[in-house]
C-alpha cells in the first residue's frame, strides 16, 4: 500500500514563490508517475503537472508551464512542486497522486492520493 503526504500549502503574496512537497511511503512500483493536481473553491481538480520516476520526463497544464516546477528526489522519496510567479487564481487545495502506469494529467488514472495541503495567494 503507497501511502502520500504533502506539506508546505501557505498564504503568500501574489508574485512569491511557494515549494510543496510530497513524500511518499509504502509498497511502490519501481517506476511509477507522480502528479501535483489542485482544486480550487467552486472549481473541479485540475491536473497541474506529472513526472515520472523511470523516464524522468515531466508534462506541464498550459496553466501553469513555465511558472510551476515538478521535480523528485529519490534519496529522499519526495517529489517537489516549485511554484513561481504565483497569482490569485493558483489558489486552492493541492494534492500529490500516485499511479503505476504512464503519466498523464487526467485525475481519473490515478490511484492513490494524499490529503491536501492549502495555498492561499492574496493581491
Known amino acids: 500500500q503507497v501511502q502520500l503526504a504533502e506539506s508546505g500549502g501557505d498564504s503568500v503574496q501574489a508574485g512569491g514563490p511557494l515549494r510543496l512537497s510530497c513524500v511518499v511511503s509504502?509498497?511502490?512500483?519501481?517506476?511509477?508517475?507522480m502528479a501535483w493536481f489542485r482544486q480550487a473553491p467552486g472549481k473541479e481538480r485540475e491536473g497541474l503537472a506529472t513526472?515520472?520516476?523511470?523516464?524522468?520526463?515531466?508534462l506541464y497544464a498550459d496553466s501553469v508551464k513555465g511558472r510551476f516546477t515538478i521535480s523528485q528526489d529519490n534519496t529522499k522519496n519526495t517529489v517537489y512542486l516549485q511554484m513561481n510567479s504565483l497569482k490569485s487564481e493558483d489558489t486552492g487545495m493541492y494534492y500529490c497522486?500516485?499511479?503505476?502506469?504512464?503519466?498523464?494529467?487526467?485525475?481519473?488514472?490515478?490511484?492513490?492520493w494524499g490529503q491536501g495541503t492549502q495555498v492561499t495567494v492574496s493581491s
Open positions: 497522486a500516485y499511479r503505476s502506469g504512464i503519466c498523464t494529467l487526467a485525475e481519473r488514472y490515478f490511484d492513490v
Open positions: 513526472i515520472h520516476t523511470g523516464v524522468q520526463g515531466t
Open positions: 509504502g509498497d511502490t512500483y519501481s517506476q511509477y508517475c
